[in-house]
């Protein structure tokens, strides 16, 4: 194998310093560009977020190669490591990182403050240190502090190391610290001072008694000379030991953060000075009458530690970064020095713990006249409370601001770098600038742009909108009351957008704010009537508002939206509106008749009825919900409808298989407060870190120890819904542990990061990898066992192999024409490989019976023999029949009596993705035990589709490829024996005297 061929393997199996210690060994003037492009490639690969060394070392390799003509590769890698440089990410932020640590210090306190009471020898510091740093490790990387009990509570002191720097994200973490540590804790940042305090130095102890200072007033700050008779000897002998002695000793007699703000410098002698001196333990009354004010509490120093400074600007707008500043303001000037230095100690410190330092940009041309200087500190305020605002309070801590010859700066630490530049984006996209960016603290990178002024978008002139009419002629004809054609359409826009965007035909910000694309987005949406969908609806239809006027058909479809994400009040004010919009649309007044009767506006409700009657006159769901209305019955009562009158009698007698469903997505409409009471019983108390409607809803949740996030996929309404004895259960299982840690199939240990509850109470456990930075996860049924088969990991599939738009119609298509007008479909949840969703086709007057079949199976070629190539065997969809008698409602599907012929086409369909396999006519398939308890089938064998024309075994792709379509049978023991024994075709012959219908008592006599 070739050099340049074992490196690309290397590459697709992630062993990328094998690739680095090869071409590393080959001088570098003899490496070929495309070897320094696999090294560079490597580096780039191997480099975790923040590590500038690496994306440093790829650009380096690279750039000599730059400008070879056609290598877009090139350009491409180098353009890609610039940006990680520019643009810092993390695996998880400080604002994650906090929440974490707090929530594991939760956890472990009462730990330590036992300990800390029965340890009378004090023999177990060591232990309470390393407990203590593991949790602090969560959200710092170097943590230091001590460990103490004060006069009334507990004391965690948080020490800086004497740096201004690192104060901030010490502040931050203090001031997040949850109630139920306060409770029992003092956090402090900075250590205290302390009187009387010595240190020993082998058989020295010194004391601030024994340490002379004369001071030197510096503008804000001071200078200090300290001189020391005692530490004389041990000068000459160990110089750093004799300035961490004096510099310690310092910190106690001020408090560490009064000696970060007073100290300028600080100097040790070996002979004495002239001048009058005081002792050190003096030194804060000589401050004092020197007019300095002392800190004690450092975020009260951070708050009053603005600093204005000026500097001569450079008049040029092509030169770096904030050379064109004149004047600013500043809490850590420090930062700024290093930046005007090219250094990035701080920047590395603070990356290391998933923080960013950077500044917001922006051109100052727009701003003019005599009110110019004003105007800008206006519009760098408003930039400022919007991003808080958004980002929230606890994503940024903004540091000052600067004003330049050409460009306005906005000097900020982002705790949660991605929340602070999308509010910044949002900000810039809603004023008249030309552009908005962001730049790191790094002189040696570019600034990230966040917003330009966009060009105008290519919209068709017939529509209005950037769908053209055909576009819209082929949203319509997704339209067949049936929810899996709802999530075709979603798709389909999906995917609209995301070639419009890519070719540049529009941005993502115009496409949001299209009617026409909200309006079908938004019908998607709502009609598949799940908890997440409304979710996206109402996130995507905010942008269009401006352009919704007269039209409330947006209105109606917002405030819906709104209502089954729990904004009750927002969406009766869209109602409102949509009816002041365009009165004479009828189901606005049906939407502000449910809103006004839960607001408890009767008379309001009855009113908004008689106005739809008057414009839908004998409307079903009018009549309906005007007897709910006079009856008094809760909104979640009115939505428990269908609009078709037919379908909705079959909902109210029982008889919809969707009815658990519609429950589940009405759970999410209004909080149940005796059932959220009843849950914060079984999982409180609630936390500080709980996140409701985000849109899920989580928070931090600690066994032996060990924390994880709990998230419940629904918003707060939703979680409050949950069956309190089944919550009691999930508790259990928590507690007992079993969960904690398990090991990848390949026998790599790992740790539960998060469990993930569905409204349908299936759960899935996010594992995070010990010893790497990877995750897989399991799947739970909701009596607490695994979900046979069901596994992913990031390693196992990047996203599931799936069919594009025209293979899907055409495939669907096939099963309706040759099949039988699909009933429903049962659509996939989780689907790691392939999307293998089984299509219901009910029984009619040609067919007695149920036939399900995949789709989504044929989407991944299999490994077909070369020699049968010839006969295109490699995609395949499965089908079996089964009793009209047969249950496939959600509840009975629950009992495996019923499930497991859908279980064993999903089993068939991955076979030989998992097996590296494939299937076809005649093979067979044992699964060892009887598929269920009311019955002797144990296999499968395949053959030709049962009561279809022959033209039907085959459904042609528009790409010319073909998927075969096999019948899927059960077998007896001593049937899969006797194909064994004698061939497929044989088998086959003596099962064409049975039914093909799948019987669980049929005999096994056919043999």
Not at 528 to 541: P, S, T, V
Not at 751 to 777: A, I, P
Not at 857 to 866: F, S
Not at 881 to 898: G, H, Q, T
Request: proline share 5%; aromatic share 10%; charged share 30%.
């Amino acid at each position: 194998m070739k050099l340049l061929e074992q490196c690309q393997k290397w590459n697709e199996e992630d062993e990328f310093q094998k690739i680095i210690d090869t071409l590393e060994a080959i001088p570098a003037g003899e490496r070929t560009p495309e070897m320094d492009s696999e090294l560079a490639r490597a580096y780039s690969n191997l480099a975790e977020p923040g590590d500038r060394v690496l994306f440093q070392r790829a650009i380096g390799l690279l750039e000599p190669h730059e400008a070879r003509p056609g290598d877009a590769d090139t350009q491409e890698l180098i353009d890609s490591c610039r940006r990680c440089l520019a643009l810092p990410g993390f695996e998880k932020n400080f604002r994650q990182r906090t929440k974490e640590a707090w929530a594991a210090f939760a956890g472990i306190e009462a730990e330590l403050r036992r300990i800390m009471d029965t340890d009378e020898m004090r023999e177990r510091g060591e232990e309470l240190v390393e407990e203590c740093q593991k949790v602090l490790e969560l959200a710092f990387c170097s943590p230091s502090f001590e460990l103490g009990v004060g006069v009334e509570k507990y004391e965690l002191i948080l020490s800086a190391d004497g740096n201004r720097s690192a104060l901030f994200p010490l502040v931050y973490f203090q001031r997040r610290a949850p109630e139920s540590v306060l409770e029992h804790w003092n956090i402090l940042v900075g250590r205290q001072p302390s009187a009387g305090f010595s240190l020993q130095a082998g058989e020295l102890q010194v004391q601030a008694e024994d340490v002379l200072v004369w001071t030197e007033p510096r503008e804000d700050r001071v200078s200090l000379t300290l001189y020391c008779e005692k530490l004389l000897p041990l000068m000459r002998e160990e110089e750093d030991k004799v300035w961490w002695l004096l510099c310690t000793l310092t910190d106690q007699v001020l408090g560490e953060v009064s000696s970060i703000a007073l100290i300028h410098d600080l100097d040790i002698v070996e002979q004495p000075r002239s001048g009058t001196a005081v002792l050190l333990s003096e030194l804060p009354g000589k401050l004092r009458d020197m007019g300095y004010t002392r800190w004690d509490d450092a975020g009260d120093y951070l708050e009053n530690s603005y600093i204005a400074y000026e500097l001569e600007p450079v008049k040029d707008p092509e030169a770096d970064w904030r050379l064109d500043v004149g004047a600013g303001s500043t809490r850590l000037p420090v930062l700024i020095n290093d930046y005007m230095r090219s250094e990035s100690g701080i920047m590395d410190d603070y990356h290391r713990d998933g923080i960013a330092a950077g500044f917001l940009c922006y051109p100052l041309d727009g701003f003019t006249g005599e009110g110019r200087a004003e105007e800008i500190l206006t519009f760098r305020d408003a930039l400022r409370e919007s991003v808080r605002e958004h980002a929230g309070e606890d994503a940024v801590t903004f540091l000052g601001g600067a004003t330049g010859l050409y460009y306005g700066y906005l000097d900020l630490i982002a705790w949660d770098l991605p929340a602070v530049l999308d509010a910044a984006r949002e900000f810039f996209a809603g004023t008249d600038m030309a552009w908005g960016g962001f730049h790191v603290f790094r002189r040696d990178v570019g600034a990230v742009r966040l917003w330009e002024q966009e060009g105008e978008p290519q919209v068709d002139a017939k529509t209005g909108s950037l769908l053209s009419a055909q576009d819209i002629e082929t949203l319509g004809s997704f339209e067949d009351g049936v929810s899996g054609y709802f999530g075709k359409m979603l798709q389909w826009l999906e995917d609209f957008i995301e070639r419009g965007v890519e070719t540049g035909r529009f941005t993502s910000r115009q496409a949001r704010q299209d009617l026409k694309i909200a309006l079908w987005y938004s019908y998607a949406c709502n009609n598949l009537d799940e908890y997440r969908y409304y979710y996206k609806a109402a996130q995507w239809m905010k942008d269009s508002e401006k352009n919704a006027g007269g039209c409330a058909t947006w209105y109606y479809r917002y405030s819906v939206a709104l209502m089954y994400c729990g904004r009750l009040e927002e969406a009766l004010d869209y109602a409102e509106k949509g009816i002041r919009e365009e009165p004479d649309y009828p189901w606005i007044w049906l939407q502000a008749a449910k809103l006004r009767s839960h607001s408890g506006d009767k008379a309001g409700a009855l009113e908004a009825v008689a106005h739809g009657l008057k414009l839908e006159p004998g409307d079903h769901e009018f009549l309906t919900l005007k007897g709910e209305i006079e009856a008094g019955e809760p909104l979640e009562r009115m939505e428990y409808h269908w609009i078709d009158p037919g379908a909705d009698r079959n909902l109210q007698q029982g008889l919809d298989e969707d009815a658990d469903e519609k429950q589940r997505s009405i759970s999410c409409i209004t909080v149940n407060r005796e059932g959220l009471e009843r849950f914060w019983n079984i999982f409180g108390p609630k936390p500080e870190q709980y996140a409701p409607d985000g849109p899920f809803t989580q928070f931090p949740y600690t066994v032996n120890g060990q924390t994880f996030d709990l998230v419940f996929q629904m918003n707060e309404a939703g979680m409050s819904s949950l069956s309190a004895d089944w919550l009691e259960r999930l508790a259990d299982w928590l507690k007992e542990g079993r969960w904690l840690e398990r090991n990848h199939p390949d026998g790599r240990p790992a740790c539960l990061d998060t469990v993930l509850v569905g409204l349908d109470y299936h759960m899935g456990l996010v594992y995070h990898l010990m010893e790497e930075d990877e995750y897989f996860q399991i799947f739970l049924l909701p009596d607490g066992t695994e979900k046979e088969g069901a596994f992913w990991s990031p390693e196992e599939s990047s996203g599931p192999e799936v069919y594009t738009i025209e293979e899907m119609e055409a495939v669907e298509e096939h099963i309706r024409k040759y099949f039988g007008e699909i009933g429903h479909v049962f659509h996939e949840l989780v689907s790691p490989d392939i999307h293998v969703d089984i299509c219901v086709v009910p029984p009619d007057g040609e067919r007695e019976y149920y036939t399900l079949v995949t789709m989504g199976m044929g989407a991944r070629r299999m490994q077909v023999p070369e020699e049968l190539a010839k006969y295109r065997l490699e995609r395949a969809e499965l089908d079996i029949s089964l009793p009209p008698y047969w249950r496939l409602d959600d509840e009975s599907l629950k009992d495996e009596r019923w499930y497991w012929p859908v279980r064993l086409l999903k089993v068939l369909a991955r076979l030989p993705i998992q097996s590296d396999t494939w299937l076809g006519w005649g093979h067979t398939m044992d699964n060892q035990r009887p598929f269920a308890e009311d019955t002797k089938l144990c296999g499968a064998i395949l053959g030709e589709p049962q009561n279809i024309r022959k033209e039907g075994f085959f459904c042609h792709l528009p790409g010319g490829e073909e998927i075969n379509f096999y019948q899927v049978i059960p077998l007896h023991r001593e049937e899969l024996e006797y194909k064994l024994e004698h061939n497929a075709e044989a088998l086959l012959e003596k099962l064409a005297e049975a039914d093909f219908v799948v019987h669980p008592d049929r005999p096994a006599d056919l043999l």
